[in-house]
């Protein structure tokens, strides 16, 4: 079994056969990885406070060649590059950090994140191959399950002796996880649980490692007791014998070629009628007692459900993460290659124009820099308060619903954010960008899913309003969409937003903002987060006061009539936790010049949305004309003062240049007009 | 040699071997296609007036098999396969149709077009494959070659006997085609064309069918005669032997994975001191005469060299029409998958909601369908224009020039919509959108090029707005930076629209609209319509004024500092384009439910646009905050509207069902839940 006592220094696996983890050879690379002053003091500020040992030992430490996976590898070429990899990474020690310190972990939920998003800088079929063994897998195991299960599943889990699935999404249910018709019926005869797929819909599908890997997996299914139906629990099934053959009773499918991800062998799984003992079931929020009577401290079943379901909040801070992750990635590349091909001559000008030099590119390319620094902060800010609020000596229920909520936002924003903004860098590319080699494409075919994955993003951000609106203190029930309609009429106006506390910090600027003259600048801070802030709420209260206007007898024509103003109150809420994470993180930076860039950034961010909602902004008498055009104007101005430091700002996403796997970027004689053959 | 003497019937090749093209199998299958009689309606309305037949005759015969190609081929399969489709589509009378009737052709460069769009409908490789040797090398043979060039290059690319590419891009230069490298120096001593890559970055890179079959390349370089440069000519230069070993002196490379089109064999060609003779240079707009020396009809070796580039006019159209095509099959897809596909129960209603009857789905796919249909009638009426310029007995350049910048314009903005439509329909299907066999992903990854080959998007508004600014009277000079300021420094303000001249159907419903009060409602056509007139005017004016008021001693830095205003300008315009297409298209349905309905459409088109730069209109006086909100109010109640419709208006879009190509749509019962097993 694996053992960990010392989390800066990786520790191989001592019984799993493995490569050396070659770390001569990468901190040798390293080494020669020279990045700007400013580069540096960029990365030291948004590393954050409690994990920024473990990204630097990372950079210094994972060989490029973990990182970089062949895009031309057939489906059966990239899940054995991944399956290979896998080991490695154990090895490197950035796998099973959220297993509890007994079990061979670091009983760290917030390091476990890391590990995920450090792994997405590279390959993203690794990242979520290990995510599904690991994270839901193994986050399931140690979540619901009890003594029991830690004690017989972590340690073979950790070794990778005995790869496990996360057997949640059937083919008829994705999104709506209550839903779930696969069937798990106790049989007191056998003191047994029967695990059957009761329909065509409930096969399970999509199922990371099921289609070759798994030999056991984490299944989803209404559990029934005595005839009686307790809602979705999990248990323990054995997929396939040491031979790797299905057992009796389940049938295995392979999803096939998807749309990126290749290494990861997604499949599907029907059972039949397949009786696993009763303590298999993971029962640490609900079992079955010796006399075949099911118990549970939490009496009612939704909420049991969501309490179960909240072990979900780590996948999607880590999906989050890593679709930031990538999309600095893409604008590592993007950036370094605008800075060094030129394309058309200029008048008065010697040689071509450098494409980062023109406007046109600059707008491409550094507002979507500035929201990957807001990102950057966000997340290494939800990380580490995941790892307090685990830590911390009693749960905190409001706490972990606030938590859950922002996760759920981040994760839709972000992977927004993702799959925007990488294709705007394949295409700021041109042919180049096209190309595999150069490591674009890939990146965007395998952080798409991620829109859709961990919970769909309309879902998500459905689930965010609902906090909102119920200043989380109803939180049971997903897209419950009676409850909503009728917390909102039970809401007063102006009370709604209060939920969610404004920083003490932000108050202060907002405060001060409100103090002075009408015509404060552009470029002040109180007065970017006033407009997020007032967006913010005006958009709640109305949707709220909308809900409330509802005809009682049909919630969901309520509800549906105002599902764009839902979804708009979930994003503007998100664009006001981010911002505010953007700014407590510049705050804790001395001044200089690293906060100036800082400062700059921030800035850009916040006025390119507060541009890209300039209608709501007027329609709403948030703005003038005037203004809505000086905005336009600031944020072309930002981009000419930022563009001298594009380089030394990449640096600062923290992305190792060995990491990027881009060809063009290593071959400068071939992308310079003019220098002979 | 292939001949047809009938354009309705397809006529396999006689002495090509080939499949034989199975039109009975996809007759049977396309005879059980049963749509509704509003989508009937619907594809007669879109299908155009001059090549309705064809576009009809190929939805009834090209069977299936041809249209949709397995996404899990490896590199090597993909090609395989697209080369052998290829055969097919020749056998099917889908290629050649520009080449000159005498050499086996139709003349028909607007079929040309057709052709082109119909095969997008299927496998882009296969497309692409089939673009690049007879739209780009024929072409060019075509366009650019003379009666020697017709007569010895013309039968055999019909034929495929010799596979031909098209070598323009080059490492160093794709856009700026003017600063080439390659040279073509001819030598009076042997009368012989010598081609030479003179750097690494002259390398020709991207050049479909370079990799493996191209036998010949049509090659983009400077011609040097006597020393003297003449600026960029095109010379046919033979690349591999009859066992397919590269000619001495060529070096040929192979792109390897893209991040899609895997069917196209992309690669690279360098050129050591390559001779052939002197005849081989495509010279119809400038060659060498018998006595060694340069003659031209085109004095301006600028004016000549965009006399040559405007043969690109065809390219871009079948590109934007190919991306139309590609997006409305994407809709298709994910609208088909979103009537069937349930999630969530409701209050009060019996089942699962239906995805498409969620406010946020329809949002989703609605606005884009309704943009797709303005497409659809702007692509229609674009590539009748060409074949109509092309018949026209005396050439009208400036109508040519107008026609350029409107199919640079189209491609733009349909390879963008493109994109993100395809995206947002990939998202719209959840897991099941990333499995390739549903079909979204394969047509994602391939469309995704469209954006930056056969001209980079942001070049191409950048030639629009160039067009617009000189009234079309100066287009000789592509990114010509100091010419544009130039211009706009002689343009006095109000002049500029003028240029593209309103059409009288649409003066006419502008000026109804002005006489009537200020509140008309916002289903009032005219209104629209006078709100794209508008912005387009205002965007325009002010840009040519900035421009005017630039430092005139650095022109770069004018134009550069006003480039978002410059795409801006180029886009409104374009906007303003489609719009009056759709309105033309529309004028000439009868009164009835397909007219109601794209009446609907277009109002969703307009309002959509019009909501989306609200924050313009607003800053610009041109709406109120009011009508601001009443904008989105009523694009949702238009969403509403078209529900019922949904499938009928997919219908409308033109793709055949068997053509999907998607699996999740041909197996109902897996996605029905509650269906037992």
Redesign the interface.
């Known amino acids: 079994m694996t053992t960990r006592s010392d989390l800066q220094t990786p520790a191989p696996s001592t019984d799993v056969a493995m490569p050396a983890p070659a770390t001569e050879e990468a901190t040798t690379r390293h080494t020669r990885e020279e990045i700007s002053a400013l580069g540096a003091g960029l990365r030291a500020a948004t590393d954050g406070r409690r994990y920024a040992d473990v990204r630097a030992l990372a950079r210094a430490t994972v060989p490029a060649r973990l990182m970089v996976r062949d895009?031309?590898q057939?489906?059966p070429e990239a899940r054995e590059w991944t399956r290979r990899s896998l080991r490695e990474l154990v090895g490197l020690g950035l796998a099973g950090s959220g297993f509890p310190a007994e079990h061979g972990g670091l009983d760290d939920v917030g390091r476990s994140c890391v590990d995920f998003e450090i792994s997405a800088l590279g390959d993203l079929s690794l990242t979520v191959k290990s995510a599904v063994h690991f994270g839901l897998f193994g986050g399931a195991v140690t979540s619901l399950g009890t003594d029991w299960h830690h004690e017989n599943v972590l340690p073979q889990t950790l070794s990778l002796e005995q790869i496990g699935c996360y057997a949640m999404?059937e083919?008829?249910?994705?999104?709506?996880v209550a839903?779930l018709?696969t069937t798990l019926t106790y049989d007191a005869a056998t003191d047994e649980l029967v695990v059957h797929?009761?329909?065509?819909?409930?096969?399970k599908?999509?199922i990371g490692a099921a289609a070759e890997d798994a030999r056991i997996a984490a299944v989803y299914g209404q559990l029934v007791v005595d005839g009686r139906t307790h809602g979705v629990h999990v248990v323990l099934v054995p997929l396939r014998d040491e031979v790797g053959q299905p057992l009796p009773g389940v049938t295995l499918g392979d999803?096939?070629?998807?749309?990126?991800l290749l290494g990861v062998d997604n499949g599907t799984i029907?059972f039949d009628q397949v009786r696993v003992p009763r303590r298999m079931l993971l029962d640490r929020y609900g079992g079955i007692d010796d006399s075949g009577t099911y118990v549970s401290d939490i009496d009612n079943d939704n909420k049991r459900f969501f309490t179960m379901l909240g072990t979900l909040v780590r996948g999607r801070i880590c999906v989050a993460a890593g679709a930031a992750a990538s999309t600095r990635k893409a604008l590592s590349i993007a950036t370094r290659y605008a800075v060094r091909r030129r394309?058309?001559?200029?008048?008065?000008?010697d040689g071509?124009?450098v494409l980062l030099?023109?406007?046109?590119?600059q707008?491409k390319l550094l507002p979507a820099i500035a929201t990957s620094y807001a990102h950057l902060f966000a997340v290494t800010e939800i990380i580490e308060r995941l790892q307090d609020l685990h830590e911390a000596p009693e749960k905190d229920q409001e706490a972990h619903r606030e938590l859950e909520t922002r996760a759920a936002g981040l994760k839709a924003l972000m992977t927004r954010h993702a799959?925007d903004t990488i294709?705007v860098c394949?295409?700021a590319c041109?042919?180049a960008?096209?190309?595999?080699?150069n490591g674009?494409?890939?990146l965007?075919?395998d952080a798409?899913?991620f829109?859709?994955?961990e919970g769909?993003?309309?879902v998500l951000l459905q689930l965010v309003a609902k906090g909102l609106l119920t200043g989380y203190k109803e939180m049971w029930g997903d897209?419950d969409?009676?409850g909503m309609v009728q917390f909102a009429a039970r809401t007063l106006g102006g009370q709604v937003v209060e939920a969610t506390a404004v920083r003490p910090l932000v108050s202060r600027l907002v405060a001060a903002a409100a103090r002075r003259s009408e015509d404060h600048t552009l470029l002040d801070r109180g007065w970017h987060l006033s407009m997020f802030v007032e967006r913010e709420r005006h958009v709640l209260e109305t949707l709220a006061a909308r809900l409330r206007r509802g005809k009682d007898?049909?919630?969901?024509a309520t509800f549906?009539?105002a599902?764009?103003h839902v979804?708009m109150a979930a994003r503007t809420h998100m664009d006001r936790m981010v911002l505010e994470a953007f700014v407590t993180g510049i705050d804790a930076c001395e001044e200089g010049e690293v906060r100036d860039v800082l400062e700059r950034l921030c800035t850009l961010y916040a006025l390119s949305s507060i541009?890209a909602?300039?209608?709501?902004?007027?329609?709403?008498?948030r703005m003038s004309?005037?203004r809505?055009?000086a905005v336009?104007t600031q944020v072309?101005k930002l981009c000419a003062e930022l563009r001298p430091h594009a380089v030394a700002i990449v640096e600062g996403l923290g992305v190792p240049e060995a990491w990027l796997g881009s060809a063009m970027l290593t071959e400068p004689?071939?992308?310079?007009?003019?220098?002979?053959?």
């Open positions: 895009a031309a057939t489906v999404t083919y008829g249910h994705g999104s709506d839903s018709e797929s009761p329909t065509r819909s409930a096969t599908t999509y999803n096939g070629h998807k749309g990126g029907t394309q058309f001559d200029a008048p008065g000008h071509e124009v030099d023109y406007l046109a590119h707008r799959n294709q394949r295409e041109g042919g960008g096209y190309m595999s080699e674009l494409t890939g965007r075919a798409d899913v829109a859709t994955f769909d993003n309309t897209l969409v009676r007898h049909d919630a969901f549906n009539a599902q764009d979804l541009e909602d300039s209608g709501w902004f007027q329609a709403h008498n004309a005037g809505a055009k336009t072309n004689e071939v992308w310079t007009p003019g220098v002979p053959a």
